[in-house]
């Protein structure tokens, strides 16, 4: 049934009976949970469910007939995802009790096992090309995007006594800025090799503290933080938006996020290069990451490119973590 179908006509006994249609398949039950959490292709979806390409297709073919899925070129790989507020009213409906009727089934969870250890591949690979990257990150990343971002960023921060969080801090290039105007900085990275050369980097800068950690997990207390900045580091990670998530956590009422990071583009060879999971953002997308992460005034821009860089162009958003009690 097209998207586009009256609403008369999803009331309407046949768009019932196809919705209830689409979910009466195991595999595509299967499906939906996998793609309502992530964007994946056939060939990651054939892996974790163990099933042949031809079979997923098909399977997904009925989805995307039914409009339960969309999808988007990114290289030569067609990525599929659910988004439950897309969704037709009485399909949502139908799609959340199929989703806790399910819940326990040993095949789910086996699904979510094989997922996880996919995701932790592909977070591997990333690992890696820092580990190699560290010694020439700064004049790589100068050499893709520039530097005014890191201004632009800087300059949406909290008054000069704001404890901050410099989330993927890398090289320490961030947090050192901002350790002359701000009272303290926590820098969280996973990698050890970038957290060996902030550690350099940061020597004499007392009001900094270097910590390891998954940007999905931070090792931060809840409300420790006036800020966060997050720069250019959402396209390396598997869930973004579980570190939007993460980072909202760690905010003080009234706490400010600032995310720098790249806009949508087409460049395959780009994306491979740098190890990345995703090739840039679209501005509604991070706002509704924002808002979803119970921030609010959820804004998200384009920064102008600067002359003579190689990378895709970037974007600046920024959030308020509500100042009301949780």
């Known amino acids: 049934m097209s998207r ?16 209830m249609e689409s979910l009466a398949d195991p595999t595509r039950l299967r499906l939906l949970r996998l793609l309502e959490r992530h964007e994946l292709g056939v060939v990651e979806l054939c892996d974790v469910l163990q099933l042949p390409q031809s079979t997923v297709s098909r399977h997904l073919k009925v989805l995307s007939d039914q409009s339960w899925t969309r999808s988007r070129r990114q290289g030569t790989t067609n990525l599929y995802r659910t988004i439950l507020d897309e969704l037709e009213a009485p399909a949502r409906k139908l799609w959340l009790l199929a989703r806790e009727q399910t819940a326990d089934w040993p095949t789910v969870q086996q699904d979510e096992m094989r997922l996880l250890r996919h995701l932790r591949d592909k977070q591997r690979d990333s690992q890696a090309f820092f ?9 790589l990343r100068h050499d893709l995007y520039g530097s005014r971002f890191t201004t632009a960023a800087t300059l949406s921060l909290l008054p000069a006594d704001a404890v901050v969080a410099d989330l993927g801090c890398g090289t320490g290039q961030l947090a050192a800025e901002l350790a002359a105007y701000v009272g303290k900085v926590i820098a969280v990275d996973n990698s050890p090799a970038m957290l ?9 800068a007392d009001n900094v503290e270097l910590r390891r950690g998954e940007l999905e997990a931070l090792p931060i207390e809840d409300a420790a933080c006036d800020a966060a900045m997050i720069v250019l580091v959402l396209s390396y990670l598997a869930e973004p938006a579980k570190a939007i998530r993460d980072a909202a956590r760690v905010l003080k009422p009234g706490g400010r996020v600032v995310i720098v990071d790249l806009l949508r583009h087409d460049r395959d060879d780009f994306r491979r290069q740098m190890e990345q999971q995703h090739a840039g953002f679209e501005a509604p997308q991070v706002e509704r990451w924002l808002t979803e992460a119970g921030l609010t005034h959820a804004k998200c821009r384009s920064l102008s ?8 162009a970037l974007f ?11």
């Open 305 to 312: 490119p600067e002359p003579n860089v190689k990378g895709p």
């Open 131 to 139: 580990a190699g990257a560290a010694g020439q990150w700064d004049k």
């Open 316 to 326: 600046i958003a920024t959030a308020t973590a509500s100042s009301a009690a949780p």
């Open 4 to 19: 586009a179908a009256s609403s008369s006509s999803s009331q309407s006994p046949d768009a019932l009976l196809g919705w």
């Open 196 to 204: 060996k050369a902030a550690e350099k980097r940061l020597e004499g």
